[in-house]
């Protein structure tokens, strides 16, 4: 099965995997796609739909995922792109915080899936993708069950199969080279030689070497690595403190955009170039007096003003509607007015809702 | 000791709690606190500093912490406000979902306190704050440090202390109401019938009830509650993912905002006004039809259209320089122009710095 992945211009990010040349044998197959609805994981890319289609003179079946622009899979970022079926280690050491914040997220993910008595799968570190700093998730979750539908095998036995995998990926991205795989000994050793006991037997644990026959989950697993677990959280509080300060920054800007659009809106009105009841009304020319005192400021020696802080400044307290006063000089320097930035904001309401009344009119 | 929170206009949002008529005894005591500086954790306010004062005729005791603006503490969200000493019963029931938020994030906070050899000593529902949804840090944490350093106690006693503490705070947040704490019986009960057992069990577990005798700490509590840790810091995730899409919305507002204030520092420059040189020079004539075509467009009936819409796109493409070309036209409806955003783009750089010019030559 040939797959491409297509981007749509829909605002809410959808992607569409489009797997050529498959033949759909049993309707139930697609079905199975109903229960990943349900899995909704910051850690699990979100399957939307799948379906099947004629359109490229081909029987072809397409699943609808949300998309995440800029993201690449953790094969990509650590097992060196392009070159990683060449067999050289040219991978850098990922730190073992890094694997940590990987594994919490895994099984986050893992056990959102399981707890809808459903199987990943595929955990792999080209299926696995990075869309922001150390933040991975979970993908191509939901082929498997309509391309393999006709498994043997029963969701338990899945199930153990993915906490298999997982182990399997962390070490790969450890031992940091898809060549030491064919040689698990070689893995674990690197992996021991490298990182803490702790991580390396949680790992080990995944990989069914210790407790065999023991019940074996994925709940287990995350009490087994809770204090980790806790420490990941606080790094999402962190981003959260982060991202709401960055973000309180912005919204200034967008208020500003919409104050700046409205003073446009009203100056220098083409229409209103020579009506003496526009331009000489108090409120109108007060602004247009106002757009030079923000805007065409000079000094002493004429040049141009050229302040970002003090339009800012302006904007502020235009908007805010202060009580403080400022004097405006007309552009002939025969006359000069004393105004509040409160006479301001209210002209400026009223300029732009005279704009808007011949349009309601209609 | 008076306290009482003073805050300044730093970026940084400090904020000072001031104890007025303290006498230190100890200089020792107010060294302690130079120990929190090293707890830096999502669900504790951050201590910075802490020091000695005259200023108020008194001898005063000065500690300098974060500032979360327009937050509000448990007891003010939960415990009925000003009439919670009234003894009613007039608060409302917290859901379970959300006491198991605040139960991690105490327990996230209270790992990091106990990591660094210390004790919070204060953990009631009017210390602790709600800075955000369902967000909570501990609050007035190096406090007792100072005030009581002649503590008798060890830092392991005031550790189990902190457990016990921790779970008082919950049963009281879910009795939901302050008298009930005065019987333990009936809080235990009111608990027990309006929670899961899960929640009972954990919390019973912080006041010491079960496994009497073994060893208790923070860190066996979190592996107790680690399927609700994963549940909460999924939640923390989904935030992440919230705030970034928020964020890169409101990015385009900055640029847009810049890009405004120099189309208005280099259109209508009184200096300029009868300066043929400047205003017939082609682009800053383009430029201002440009802004004519942007913020001064009529409809068929000749009214103004006020098209929000229209502005972002086109100043979006000035921004990008596009290839695409519009049609300006002068004012006298006698010329029309065709031009491309890119040259567009061209003359307000190039306005915009001939404007800079004179300034530099300073």
Known sequence: ?????LFDDAP??????????????????IRSVQNWKRVSNGSVVTVH??????????????FVTDYHPLSKTLAEQHLCGPNR????????HIPEQVLWTYVTQIASGLKAIHSCGLAARVIDPSKILLTGKNRIRLNACAIMDVVQHESQRTITDLQHQDLVNFGQTIITLGANSPSVMNNPTKAMDHFSRAYSPQLKNSIFWLLGGLQKDQERNIDIFITGISSQLISTFDSALHL??????????ELENARLVRLLTKLNFVNERPEYEHDRQWSENGERYFLKLFRDYVFHQVDTQNGPVVDLGHV??????LDAGTDEKITLISRDEQSCF??????????????FQALLKPVRGL
Do not use: P, W
């Not at 739909?49 to 397409?62: G, K, P, W």
């Not at 959260?240 to 920054?249: A, F, G, M, V």
């Not at 509040?340 to 300029?351: F, I, N, R």
């Open 1 to 5: 099965m040939f797959s491409v992945q």
């Open 12 to 29: 809410d990010e959808t992607a569409y995997v489009l797997g050529l040349g498959f033949r759909l044998t049993n309707e139930k197959a």
């Open 49 to 62: 739909d799948a379906f099947t289609n004629r359109s490229f003179q081909d029987s072809s079946l397409i």
């Open 85 to 92: 079926f060449q067999g050289r280690h040219t991978g850098s």
């Open 240 to 249: 959260d403190d982060q991202l709401i300060s960055d973000l309180s920054r």
């Open 312 to 317: 800012l400044s302006c904007m502020n307290k």
């Open 338 to 351: 004393v105004v509040s930035y409160k006479e301001l904001k209210k002209a400026v309401e009223s300029s």
